[in-house]
C-alpha cells in the first residue's frame, strides 16, 4: 500500500521520538552535616501596648471651659489640654488676694509708724500683723493651687487616643474621665508564657516579632522583663518586649506572633531542613553511598525552620537534598558533590 509522502514523514518521526534515549534525571544536591548553634523556638500569640498610658480625670468639680486638643493630637508634657470654669475658687482667689493687700498694707503702715515713734508702736501688734499676712499669703497661695486644678495638662508625650467631653459639660471631681493619653514611641509586646515554658523565659533571650497588620516587616527583640508568677485565670506569666516605634508604624492593640528562643545548643551537628524527611512520626535523611541513597532513620534533635539538629550523623556523611523529590532506599543517584 502507497502511503502519501506527508504521512510517510510524519510516521518516521514518531517512530524517531520514541527510540530516543529518556532525558537524565536532575542532579540532587547534597551537602555535609555542620557545626553551629541552634535555637528551640516557640510560637505564641503577642498583643502590642503603649509604653505608657493615663486615664485624665478632672481634679474639681466645675463646667469644661476651653479644650485644646482633639483625638488623634500630638501634645507635649506639661501641655494645656483642658480648662475647668470653677468660679467660686476664682471667688475664693479674689478675696484672698483682697487679705493679703489688706494685710500686707496694714503690716506696712505699723513698720512705718515704728520707724517715725518707736515708743507709740507695740511689738505685740508688728507681730500681729506679720502673722495676718503669712496666714493671707499661705491662704492665696492653697487658692492658687487649688485653681491650677482646674487645669488639665499632658502628664507626658503622647497622643490623645481619646476624648471624653466638650465645653460646657459639667464635670466632677476624680469621677469624669477627660482624655485618654498614650505615649507609643516605644511599644510593648505582651507575650503570655505558658506555664511549661516559664522556667526557660528570662530577660535577655531573643524574640522575633512578626506583626499580623504589618506581616512583611519581622522585628528583632529580646525579653526585656517577666512577671515571675503566672495569672490564676489564665495559667500564662506576662513577658515583655520592647519595639522601638520611632514612625508610629506599630499601633497599641495590634496582634501579633511573637517566636521566643527559649533553649540553645552550642557545637550542634546540623544539616538543612530540606535534608530532614518526615513519614508521619518518623524522621530519616538519605545518605549517598557508592552512588545510591541509603534511607537512614535518624532523631532530630531542635530544628528552628532553617536548619535541623541530627546528633547522629558525623562530619563527613554525605546527606542528600531532595526536596519535593521523592527518593527510595537505595536508589541510584546522579548526585552532585557538595
Avoid at 517512530?15 to 548553634?37: Q, R
Avoid at 502673722?131 to 499669703?137: D, E, S, T, V, W
Amino acid at each position: 500500500m502507497n502511503l502519501p509522502a506527508w504521512l510517510s514523514g510524519l510516521l518516521l518521526l514518531s517512530a524517531s521520538s520514541c527510540l530516543s534515549p529518556a532525558a537524565e534525571p536532575s542532579p540532587i544536591p547534597t551537602t555535609h552535616p555542620s557545626t553551629g548553634t541552634i535555637l528551640r523556638w516557640i510560637s505564641l500569640p503577642a498583643t502590642l501596648a503603649p509604653w505608657q498610658q493615663a486615664a485624665l480625670h478632672a481634679k474639681v468639680t466645675g463646667y469644661v471651659k476651653s479644650i485644646s486638643v482633639d483625638q488623634g493630637d500630638s501634645v507635649k508634657s506639661g501641655q494645656l489640654l483642658a480648662l475647668i470654669e470653677v468660679p467660686e475658687l476664682e471667688a475664693d482667689l479674689a478675696a484672698h488676694k483682697a487679705e493679703v493687700s489688706a494685710a500686707q498694707s496694714e503690716s506696712d503702715r505699723l513698720l512705718a509708724a515704728r520707724k517715725k515713734s518707736p515708743d507709740l508702736t507695740l511689738p505685740q501688734s508688728i507681730d500681729n500683723a506679720k502673722a495676718r499676712l503669712a496666714l493671707a499669703q499661705s491662704s492665696l497661695a492653697r487658692s492658687e493651687t487649688l485653681l491650677r486644678f482646674a487645669e488639665i495638662r499632658a502628664p507626658f508625650d503622647g497622643i490623645i487616643s481619646s476624648r471624653m467631653v466638650d465645653p460646657g459639660a459639667l464635670v466632677s471631681a476624680g469621677s469624669t474621665q477627660m482624655f485618654h493619653l498614650v505615649d507609643s514611641s516605644t511599644i510593648r509586646l505582651h507575650i503570655p508564657i505558658t506555664e511549661l515554658e516559664t522556667p526557660l523565659v528570662h530577660k535577655g533571650i531573643p524574640v522575633k516579632a512578626t506583626i499580623s497588620a504589618l506581616p512583611s516587616q519581622p522585628l528583632d527583640a529580646s525579653i526585656s522583663r517577666t512577671a515571675h508568677s503566672l495569672d490564676p485565670a489564665t495559667r500564662t506569666m506576662l513577658a515583655q518586649a520592647d519595639l522601638p516605634n520611632p514612625t508610629l508604624s506599630l499601633r497599641p492593640g495590634m496582634f501579633a506572633t511573637a517566636r521566643i528562643g527559649v533553649e540553645k545548643h552550642d557545637n550542634a551537628t546540623l544539616i538543612p531542613v530540606a535534608g530532614l524527611v518526615m513519614e508521619k512520626s518518623n524522621a530519616f535523611v538519605f545518605r549517598l553511598i557508592n552512588g545510591k541513597a541509603v534511607k537512614t532513620a535518624v532523631t532530630p534533635g531542635f530544628n528552628d525552620g532553617t536548619h535541623a539538629e541530627i546528633p547522629s550523623l558525623k562530619p563527613d556523611d554525605v546527606i542528600l537534598l531532595p526536596g519535593t523529590t521523592l527518593l527510595t532506599d537505595g536508589q541510584p543517584i546522579p548526585a552532585s558533590r557538595p
